[in-house]
């Protein structure tokens, strides 16, 4: 291998010079040029988003991936460039399990039917919970890991060659200091003007990449977005699962003649104390057709006890009973509530038709 001896001699003199001055300057006894304000507060910006990009990215992989095995499994594929073998998910394993012990039990006994609708629901909140996973790895955890591989190291690599011709251009200062001859003096000054004029350009360049952080904002609140509305989402859809879940154990329950007692019955997520202390009369829930209504919307749709109001049908529902009232996605509807009535469920009318209606597929009009 064909070595460079001359540049490499001079490469360990140019970094032990700058070793020289880094140390004096930290001792006191060497002066250095300190970079204008503006510089200054754009850096410790610059470290402030890094910092927190960090913690934000790793709390929130923890959130996704509590289990420290697989976020490290999750990490080496990633390294590799490897897709990750699909896995099932909690609940879908839970739900399979239940559906191969109802197999076992016998499917049409009680406890073997009811294995089999709890097990299929699980399978769906395991689905559920798989989407959001995928979309809250590719809408907020990818942008963040891209800013922090991407720009963030060239920042640091245009920081630290900054770095480097700061101390050049002290190191130039010194010797002009210490030239006696003019011969040497004129020579010190011509290195100064270089080691200013690259210091300048450095500077700039640096300034230009650390003011992109504004960019690196706008574009970290569009992700935070993204990622809060698949939140939303996805409790939505569980809670939607649940709600359909607990008609069903009631329904099988009341079908063999053996209600349910309260306890058995799982408590509503969405109290209606707090439904009443979050909303006001008149308010409007927005939500995207074809999207499953956000926490907010649900916590936003109790009626007052008197009036009627239209409101949109968001997808399509099935009425299990006939005191319910079967829905159409995109048809308009009018919907009232009663005293005494359960707040996740209205009175709907669609002609001379009429039932209850679940509140988490609609979209209230004002």
């Not at 000054?189 to 504004?214: C, K, N, P």
């Not at 574009?219 to 996805?234: P, S």
């Amino acid at each position: 291998m064909d070595f460079n001896v001359k540049k490499l001699a001079s490469d360990a003199g140019v970094f032990f010079t700058r070793a020289v001055q880094f140390t004096e300057e930290k001792l006191g006894q060497a002066e250095k040029t300190e970079l204008d304000p503006h510089l200054e507060n754009l850096i410790t910006r610059a470290d402030g988003t890094k910092n927190w990009t960090e913690k934000i990215l790793r709390q929130t992989e923890v959130l996704l991936q509590p289990n420290p095995s697989a976020r490290i499994e999750e990490y080496i594929y990633d390294k590799l460039d490897k897709k990750l073998p699909s896995k099932a998910t909690n609940a879908e394993l839970l739900g399979q399990y239940m559906l191969e012990a109802a197999n076992d039990f016998g499917p049409v006994t009680p406890y073997g039917s009811t294995l089999i609708t709890v097990g299929e629901y699980q399978k769906r909140l395991g689905g559920a919970e798989r989407e959001f996973l995928h979309t809250s790895a590719t809408t907020f955890l990818t942008p963040l890991r891209n800013f922090l591989e991407g720009d963030w190291r060239t920042i640091s690599k245009e920081r630290r060659l900054l770095e480097n011709r700061r101390l050049d251009l002290d190191i130039c200062k010194a010797r002009l200091k210490k030239a006696k001859q003019a011969e040497a003096k004129a020579a010190s000054e011509h290195e100064l003007r270089v080691a200013q004029t690259e210091f300048d350009r450095q500077a700039e360049v640096t300034r230009l990449l650390l003011e992109g952080i504004s960019s690196t904002h706008l574009n970290h609140l569009r992700c935070l977005h993204d990622f809060a509305e698949a939140q939303a989402t996805y409790y939505a859809q569980c809670h939607h699962y649940m709600q359909d879940l607990q008609r069903e154990l009631n329904r099988c329950a009341n079908a063999v003649g053996a209600p349910l007692p309260p306890a058995a019955v799982c408590p509503n997520p969405v109290s209606s104390a707090f439904l009443s202390g979050q909303s006001s009369p008149g308010a409007t829930v927005s939500t995207s057709s074809g999207q499953r209504p956000s926490t907010l919307a649900m916590e936003q749709t109790q009626l007052p006890v008197t009036g009627a109001r239209k409101a949109k049908v968001l997808y399509d529902y099935d009425a299990h009973d006939s005191s319910e009232l079967s829905l159409l996605a995109d048809e308009l509807i009018t919907v009232y509530t009663v005293p005494g009535m359960d707040p996740d469920w209205l009175i709907g009318e669609r002609g001379n038709e009429k039932g209850k209606v679940p509140v988490t597929y609609l979209e209230l009009l004002s």
